[in-house]
Structure formats: structure tokens, C-alpha cells
């Protein structure tokens, strides 16, 4: 197993920046992060394999871009151009299983405690 924790949350207006990271325990297969509103399921943001290039939930793309340090086993997101609809609470998730599918959350057998992300109008 791994464990992961988040750091990076706060608030910000729309159109500002954060950048969101993500420390893992050990090298993994698969890591990414996903978020969630009070009374809706959790939703997938951004994630990759360890040896592949990120995939991107529509709703981010060309906003968010996802990258990891396999060095240090950390993942970074920065979020750019932020809208009011990106205030969630964002995981991170991640996986040494091969089995993992990106934008499945049931597949991650590891996750985070959360961040807060809060984009004002």
C-alpha cells in the first residue's frame, strides 16, 4: 500500500491559480486526483500512470495541468484560469495495483484526508 497526503488548498477569486500536491509513501502505478461537493459523487479531475503522460477530465482541460516527480514521489496539480464551479474538496488518490483505471475512483485503494479549493466570483 501508499499513503498520500494533500497540501496546497485555499481560496482564491475566479480566473486565480493554486497549485495542489501530493506526497506519496512509495513509488506507484497509478495517482491522480479527484473532488467533491457536499451531495455529489466524487468526481475525477486529473490523473496518470506512472510511465504515462496525464489524462484530463474535460471540465479542466487546458486549465489543469498534472505532473509528478518520480524523484521524490510527489504529484502536482496547478490550476489555472479557476471558476466557482472548481470549489470542491480535492484527494488525492493513488495505487501500486496495476489494475488501477485513471478515472475510476473505485480502482484506488489509497486516499488522502482532502484540501479545500474555494473559487469567489
Known amino acids: 500500500q501508499v499513503q498520500v497526503s494533500e497540501s496546497g488548498g485555499g481560496s482564491v477569486q475566479a480566473g486565480g491559480s493554486l497549485t495542489l500536491s501530493c506526497a506519496a509513501s512509495?513509488?506507484?502505478?497509478?495517482i491522480g486526483w479527484f473532488r467533491q461537493t457536499p451531495g455529489k459523487e466524487r468526481e475525477w479531475v486529473a490523473a496518470l500512470y506512472r510511465s504515462g503522460s496525464p489524462l484530463y477530465n474535460p471540465s479542466v482541460k487546458d486549465r489543469f495541468t498534472l505532473s509528478w516527480d518520480d524523484a521524490k514521489n510527489a504529484l502536482h496539480l496547478s490550476m489555472n484560469s479557476l471558476k466557482p464551479e472548481d470549489t470542491a474538496v480535492y484527494y488525492c488518490?493513488?495505487?501500486?495495483?496495476?489494475?488501477?483505471?485513471?478515472?475510476?475512483?473505485?480502482?484506488?485503494?489509497?486516499w488522502g484526508q482532502g484540501t479545500q479549493v474555494t473559487v469567489s466570483s
Open positions: 488518490a493513488a495505487d501500486v495495483n496495476w489494475r488501477c483505471l485513471l478515472a475510476r475512483a473505485d480502482t484506488y485503494n489509497n
Open positions: 512509495r513509488s506507484i502505478h497509478c
